[in-house]
Nanobody, 126 residues
């Protein structure tokens, strides 16, 4: 599967952005999806994950209550709605996919995933 992330940009603190990740292929609904981010000089970190059915989600503590992950399997797309953005949310955001036999499992570490998008830059100004 190939992934194409979009929707990044420059936003003021307190603002919102919605990231999209479009996937190629006919079996998108077989893949659990995740969002990760990497700030300059830091390791890639987990942001949010969603099961292949969309029925289960999981968030990093740092974004819980502010970010929402969702997916539309008919459109082969996963989204990350980001509200109440903070300067520390500034990073390149990556979407990732992994084939999953389970409809409810989510994955939270980068090594779980074997397909990655190219990243989209989010910059939050103070």
């Amino acid at each position: 599967v190939q992934l194409q992330a979009s929707g990044g940009g420059l936003v003021q603190a307190g603002g919102s952005l919605r990231l999209s990740c479009a996937a190629s292929g006919r079996t998108f609904s077989s893949y659990a999806m995740g969002w990760f981010r990497q700030a300059p000089g830091k390791e890639r970190e987990f942001v949010a994950a969603i099961s292949r059915s969309g029925g289960r989600t999981y968030y990093a503590d740092s974004v819980k209550g502010r970010f929402t992950i969702s997916r539309d399997n008919a459109k082969n797309t996963v989204y990350l709605q980001m509200n109440s953005l903070k300067p520390e949310d500034t990073a390149v955001y990556y979407c990732a996919a992994v084939w999953s036999a389970s409809s409810i499992v989510v994955f939270t570490t980068p090594s779980n995933y074997n397909y990655w998008g190219q990243g989209t830059l989010v910059t939050v100004s103070s």
